[in-house]
């Protein structure tokens, strides 16, 4: 039987070798296009996994629950961002719905609900989705 000492040079030589063996260029697929990505910037808008998950507050700067999700129309505009209210680390909380027209950005960059309290979202209607 050989020792295990001896086949660490033969797999170091194999593992070193197989990354020099892969530096050709891949060939393209038959029968497919060439494809490029271009570069966008965008101008304005807003990314919505920056959105969800963020904190929203009234206008006392009282933290009032974060963003669980965005409902869009039929015509894929957002209209009503689900809120997660209440509850101690998710748990316990409730979903609302208000009106993303109601959500405004802040001088300080925090999501507001203006006029809302943390007795007023959780004295509404719990929100649920359709199955």
Do not use: C, H
């Not at 609900?113 to 359709?130: E, G, H, I, R």
């Amino acid at each position: 039987m050989t020792p295990p000492i001896r086949l660490a040079p033969a797999f170091l030589v194999i593992a070193l070798s197989g990354p020099a063996l892969a530096t050709d260029k891949p060939s393209p697929i038959p029968g497919t296009p060439d494809l490029a990505v271009a570069s966008v910037k965008a101008e304005s808008g807003v990314r919505v996994s920056k959105l969800v998950g963020a904190a929203v507050y009234n206008k006392q700067n009282q933290e009032l629950g974060t963003i669980d999700d965005l409902i869009l129309d039929q015509g894929n505009k957002v209209t009503l961002a689900v809120v997660s209210v209440g509850g101690f680390l998710g748990v316990g909380s409730k979903l609302v719905a208000e009106p993303y027209s109601a959500l405004r950005k802040g001088s300080d960059g925090r999501l507001l609900l203006s006029d809302a309290t943390k007795a007023s979202l959780n004295a509404m209607p719990s929100f649920t989705y359709n199955p």
